[in-house]
Every structure is written in C-alpha cells, then in structure tokens.
C-alpha cells in the first residue's frame, strides 16, 4: 500500500466546477477569531444531497504574530508519535491539523518538515507529491520541494546524501538506504538508524562540532547522536565511502531543500502533503488508488499571493458524509485556495483548536475511528504575541431562550486579551442585570418578552438577548408521560414542557408551574409524584401561567386474564442461537398427558444447548406468532404460570414497543423451581406503548453453565396482564389449577421513568452484602440482564473487571447490532463469549486492539480504558455531551493523550470521579466500579 501511495499522481485539470444534482456551493456556518491574523471557520458543503462538516484554520500571514511550523514527534524529536491534540498542547499551538502521510509500523514521516530552518526531515524522493513552504519573507507556497545533501572528505571528495532523518522506504525505483548515505540529527531520537532487515551491512560516522569522534561498523546498535552534532549512516558504496573517514577528521556537509517552480531555498518552515488538489486557481482531478472513499480528509492551501494559509479538516462518515480526494480538491478552491494540496486522511484527521477565551484545546471534527490517531507531524498555528495585557472583551454562557418562572444561570466563560490570548476572569467581580433581579449570577425570569442580560467586569460590558416566554407563546402544555400509573406508595418523576407556537419545545421548571392532586391520590414535590397507599384514580393538574393539563394518575395495578391458549391461533416456532444450535429444539402446544395448569392446553418449550460449548451465550426461543403478539392496553407486566425444570436458566421476553425498538423483559433470572409456579415480568420503563410480545426465551450465560443441565422443557399456561388500576375492571383470580402452584402469586412492580430500587430478596449473591455502596447497582443491573455473577451466589465485586467482560456488559446494556458478519482480526483468543460484543465494539470504533493484532480480552481493564471505550459506546448511542467543567486531577499528566478528551468529558459529567484528586489511569477498574457507572447513567 505504501508503494502504491508514493506512486501516486494528480491527473490533469478538468472542469470540476459543474455541479452534479443536490450539490451546492460551500456555506460558511460560523467564523471567529482565535488568535493574532488567525480565524476559525466551520463550513458545510453540500454533495449529492448530503452534508459534510469542513473545519478550517485560516491563518493571515501578513501579521507577524501568527506563526505556523510543524510540530513533530515528542519533546522535539521523532522518538515517539503523539496525537494531533497533544502535539499542540506539548508546543503551545492555538490550532493544529495533521500533515504527512507514515507507514504506521514507524515514527517518522515520508514527507519534509522544515522548523526554523532547520531541516527537521527531508523530502522523500517521490516526484508527484507537493507540500506547504513558507519562506523567510513569510510567502507561503504550495510546491514540490526536492532535497539535495552532499558529505564531503578533507581530500574534496563527495558523495551524495540521500536524505535526512528518514526510516526506509521505497519509491520510483529508488531504495532510501541500500547504497546510500543517510543522515541523523539529534531530531530522530537518541540513537541513529542502526541495523535492520537486509541492512546490517553498515558504518555510521559520529559527528560532533563538526569533528568525527567515532565510527562504528556494522554495530548492532545504533549510534548515540551527540547533542551538537549528527551521525551519517551508510551502506554499500555508502559505507564504502564512508570508510575513507578518520576518527578526528573535519567534516563538511551540505543540506537544503528546494522548490521546483522558483528554485528558492529559503525555507522557514515546512510541511510534507500529497497530491497536488488545485493548481493556480484550477481544480484537479487527484486520484489515489489506495485512499479513494468517502472518507475524512485533510488538506492545505494558499491563496495567490502566498499570504493566507488555509488548513482544512472533513469530518468523515461518523457525523458527515465524507469526501472523494475530487471533491475535496472543489471545496479547497471554494473556500479560497489558489493552490492547494492533499494531507494524510481517515483515521489521521484531526483538527484541534483553542477556541476564543478558552484555555483548552478543542477537537473540532469526529475522528474516523472515534478515537485520535498517534501520528509523526502535525502543521501547528502560533500566536506569539506578548501576553498579559488588559482585557478586551469576554463570553457570556447562558440560555437563549426559557420558560416565565425559570430560575436561569449565567456565567462568563471566559475573556481575551488585545491579542487573543485567554484572560482569566474573577466571576465574583462581574455584576449582572437584566429584566429582573439578580441573586449572584442568577435570575428568577419573571417578565415575558426578549430582553438584554449585561454583565459588567472592570468596567467592560457584554450583553445577550435573552427570550422569557409566557402564555401567549405557547400552543401546548405536554406533561411526560402522559399518563401516570405507579404501584402503591411508590414515587415516580415527570417533566414538563411547552410547545411554542413555532414548533420549538422548551422544558419547564418546578419553579414555573403549580399543581394539585386529586383527593387520596398522592402528592406531588417537584416534579415527582408519591402515591398513596391506596388503589386510586385521578389526576393531577398543572398550571403553567394561565395554560392547565390535567395528567391521568393510577395508583395500583390490575390483573387481567389475557391469553389461556386453550384457541390460541397463532403459529409457533423454534429459533435457537448460536447457529449450531439450529433444529435442537421446539416450541408447540401442549399434547394430551403434558402437564397444563388449567385447561386443555398450554406452551411447551423444549431445548438442547449441548451442541455449543457452555462458554458461549446459548438462546432457545420461542416465537409467537408470525407477527408479534399485541399486548392491550398500557401493560406494567406480565404475569405466567411456568412449569420449570430445574435448570436455573434465565427466563425472558422480546418486547417490541411503538418505535419498533427491541426490549427484554425478565421473568426469573434462574430458574430454580420444579413444577408450577408464578413469575411476573416488569415491563422495562423506557418502553413506548402499545407493545407487542415477540417470544419467549431461555438463555444459558457462560457463568456458572457447567453446573446447569444442557437440555430441558419449560411449560407455560394462563398468561395474564397488568394494567394500570381501574376501579371498572378490578383484579380477576386466577383459575383454579389441574396442579396446586408451588408458590404464592407475587406483586408485580410496575414500570415508572425511575424503576423502583431493589430489596434484599432480589440478591442471589452472598459477597454483595445489604448497605454496600455497590449493592443497588450490582442488583439492578443484574435483574436487568445486564450484568451476571462469576458464580450462581458470587458476584466477586472488588475483582479487576477484563477488557472482555466490559464489552459484554456494553453490549448487553446497550444492545449493539452488528451488521453483516466480520471476523475479528486479532492474534489472540477472544473468549466465546466476548466475541459478538467484541466485534461489535471493535467495527463501531468503541474499542481498538494492541500492537502485533492483540486485542488482550483478559486482561484487566485500566480506568483510561474504561473512559475511553465508554465515551466511544455513548457517543455511538448518539449522546450529545453538555459543556460543564471538568476536574483537574493531581495525576492530570499521567493520563495518556489518547485518554485525555475521554476523561475529560465523562468526568465533567460526573460519570468518572477521581480518589482523592487523582485519577488513576493505570488503576484497575473493579467489577463493583463498572456496575455502579452504568448504573448511574442509566438512571440520568
């Protein structure tokens, strides 16, 4: 791939200008100014009808405070690579891109990279590929740049070097190392090139203040560079010539880069890139065969007369559409370049920026693979101008617009000073006003209308239009849910919103909105509603500035027979997983002499696991119907006469709600009964009515499978629901059995927004003990589904939790779905178990494996790890973060930069918390720790 790359070429200019249908022109969407004669724009190009989000660092370089060179490597050498974010924040940039095309199995780019003259790594010699120059009259170009290097004997012989700071490659017929000379500054790293496969036949030559102090042939290791000199390193005739050296001997070398269409070698900074995208004012058609895709991008561009960079990032399919290499080629020349040229894309985009008055750096686009690619170069953007000086002006942080009754903060977010730098501002010094009173920074937002909130610190002012809408806004008061029905003396919460007569929906505070219940029902604080201890019906009426509700309440449930199959009609069926499974197994009508707990008939199913080993998930399912089952009314439960066998099984549902959407309703979690017996599902909370029931299912967990028994049957009879109460159907009895129950019906809990905390009857584990911080978590979680014990009574709760069971918890939590069937591709046994969530994790970008395609399932999971594959899996789910500070850990810089935005966002959530101000990024998560995370944003 790496040589198809480098023999890769722009063709001719063609008429790219015409526009295919449902493409637009490039719209800017928002500009701001972040540093000395340097913006930021965010643009939306239009492609075919769908969108793709272009960021872009505009960079004036007739101000001679904005600087831009490339930031390599880490501490200023090539010993390491780094992302595009810590790049900048090891160098202090304002704003980066990432620049040169690397084979990903070394550290150091193909291209150039010039830093203050000095020749950081030279131009491969590939032809085609053009890069950013600027020289020391600050005129940037865009160019092919070509590297020439002599070394020079005391005698005046000569002998070309073929590049410098550069691991081997190979381009045009050219190997960079097998008969040359090569040449190492401290810039690569502590050590020189060295040995490698097929080059052990080497001498190196140590340099230092122009002096040769050593020369080493054929070493095993690499020379040592001193500080203030280089190494020439050489092989074949390159090493030959090398020999005719003397420890002791003066040394001169030539170096320097020059651009083809000037011949000026003048360089101040420079920055490898790729193919040429547009070339005095005409768009190429750039093609690659090896990066073709829509796909993130990255590029680089100058205007004609050389004085305005532009450095551009395309978000890529995650968020966006993506670009083919010719379109990007179109949107650099709209966006201004008169000549521009391809940057390393996919997986390397990366745009980072610190946005006006904010001392943090921002990552601008959604990375290909969600998470921030470690790369050699990056081109940064400087602000060098003096610090310190007064203020200019600041942001104010705060809504928009809110509803009449609204308690709203403000905040100012942060200031700048004359030339852009971050200002740090005392908020108990700003004072605030605005059309009502305030406390601190905030207000009561009581009169109605649009109105300017001004904040006042030394003496500047800043003001935002704030809108409080009132009665004559609004077309609609909705309360969530819009009927309420909980269990006897159980709370649940409710919110509140409008509708605006322009469509927008706003939420509406306690504050905002006065109730009332009706008699005996409950009562109401906030907006949560505790019911009675009582079976009842009514409302509860809302009030919000003249507009009311009234919310159907019940409180209670009602049992209702609903399905005996004594003239069940729909058609059954049998479908068992893995696929091994297949056939291994039924699902029918009960036959005469099988055992039914009334009636004539009743459900069998029967199943058979041994086929697939006990490591794995095994599932034997039991569909209703060709189509799902509809389930009347507004069901909290369901409530079935099981004949159990013994197996201690898990017994579930596949509920299919109004949207569609898939959830799973757990009978019994084991089933550890013989004979007949009640169980009752809770309908999960988050279910949009009405529902359907899909089947019914057995499931085999790896986790204690060795002692439950492969095969079996289950028979079910007399289902019935539970509906919310209804003085007009009161509960019915259940029929009289053929068989006497083994156990007495229990209440089933219904189904609220907050489910209702678990008791000490729902933990099977006896190392979770009652009043444990981790015992509701590890409980609910574990009614769920979602979680399970390393045995039938053990839960093992301060044991480090593995990278494999913590994918299995995501899967099982958010239900991932992997499309098509891929096959891992790691060198390392995933545990059978672990390999659907695996795959799922690694195909969506949650998860990544190790060096040499390991992927590690066993080992233990650190809590950089686990911020991370978390932030991934919500951001998959279609999180949206809100902004809120985060914590400044004592152990902020041992997090690793690929951890760092992940901690940061899920620890200003309060999702993550630090033990006693430190993080621990290499700390393990225990199993106790992951069960009360997930817990907790579940319960959000």
Known sequence: MVLA????????????????????????????????????QTYNKQIAGKKSWVYVTKVDLNNSYAQVKPIYGKNGTFAAKQSVEALARETGAIAAVNADFFNMQKRTPFGMAVDQGEIVSSMARVPAWSSLGIFQDRTAVIDHFTYKGTVTTPSGETFPIQGVNKEE???????????????????????????????????EVVVENGIIKDIRVNHPQGAPIPANGFVLWGNGSGANFLGKFKVGEAVQISSAHAAVSSGRQDVLAAMGGHLLLVDNGKVLNPYDRTITGKVSRS????????????????????????????????????????RAANLDGGGSTTMVARKL?????????????????????AIGVFNTAPKGGAIKGFKIEGPAQVVKGTEVAFQVAGGWDQHFHPYAINQAQVTWTGPNAFNGNKMLALTTGTHDVTATYQGLQQTRKLEVVGASAVSKLI???????????????????V??????????????????????????????????????????????????????????????????????????????????????????????????????????????????????????????????????????????????DGSNHWLRSEIIDANGKTHYMTYTREIDFNGWNYVVGNMPAEVVYPVKMKSIYVVSVPEGAQSRPNQGAL??????????????????????????????????????????QPNVADNPFKDVKKGAWYETPVVALYKDGIISGMSKDTFAPENPLTRAQFMTLLDKWLEWELEGDEELDFNDQIPDYAAPAVKAAVAKGIAQGFPGKLFKPNEPLTRAQMAVMLYNALLDRGDEFEKKPSPTFTDQTDIPDWAQEAVKVMAGQGYIKGMENAFEPQGQATRAQAAALIHQIKQQ
Do not use: C
């Not at 526009?19 to 004669?37: D, F």
């Open 357 to 377: 008055a904010e001392t943090n750096l921002t990552v601008l686009n959604v990375p290909q693979y969600r998470t921030q690619r470690q790369i050699p170069t």
């Open 5 to 40: 790359m480098l023999l890769s070429l722009a063709l001719p200019s063609v008429a790219a200008n015409a526009q295919s249908a449902g493409t637009l022109p490039i719209q800017l969407v928002s500009e701001q100014q972040i540093g000395e004669g340097v913006v930021l």
């Open 299 to 338: 590029a680089v561009g100058v205007s004609q007369d050389g004085k305005t960079l532009y450095l551009a990032a395309v978000e890529g399919p995650s968020n966006s559409r993506g670009m083919e290499l010719g379109e990007l080629a179109q949107t650099m020349h709209e966006i201004g370049a008169y």
């Open 169 to 203: 490659y190979m381009a045009t017929g050219i190997q960079s190392h097998k008969d040359q000379i090569n040449l190492y500054t401290p810039r690569f790293g502590s050590t020189s090139f060295g040995s490698r496969p097929g080059l052990t036949d080497y001498t």
């Open 715 to 756: 028979y079910f009879d007399e289902m019935t629901l539970y509906q919310p109460y209804d003085p007009a159907k009161p509960s019915q009895p259940i029929p009289s059995p053929t068989e006497k129950p083994a156990a007495p019906e229990p209440v089933p809990a219904p189904s609220t927004p907050q489910p209702p």
């Open 479 to 497: 309360v969530e849910p819009s009927i309420i029905a909980v269990n006897k003396g159980q709370s649940t919460n409710f919110k509140v919103k």
């Open 499 to 644: 509708q605006m007569k322009d469509g927008k929906t706003l939420d509406v505070s306690p504050l905002a909105v006065t109730t009332s219940v009706s008699p005996e029902l409950g009562t109401v604080e906030g907006f949560t509603f505790t019911a009675g201890q009582a079976d009842n019906k009514g409302t509860i009426n809302v009030n919000f500035d003249g507009i009311q509700l009234n919310v159907p309440v019940s409180v209670g449930t009602s049992r209702q027979p609903f399905e005996n199959f004594e003239n069940f009609q729909q058609k059954l069926s049998f479908l068992a997983l893995p696929q091994q499974l297949a056939g291994q197994g039924s699902f029918r009508l009960t036959q005469p002499g099988e055992p039914v707990y009334s009636g004539q008939k009743g459900l069998k199913l029967q199943y058979n696991f041994a086929n697939v080993a006990a490591s794995e998930n095994r599932f034997a399912y039991g569909l209703i119907g060709e189509a799902p089952l509809t389930l009347p009314g507004t069901p909290l439960g369901v409530g079935l006469w099981v004949h159990g």
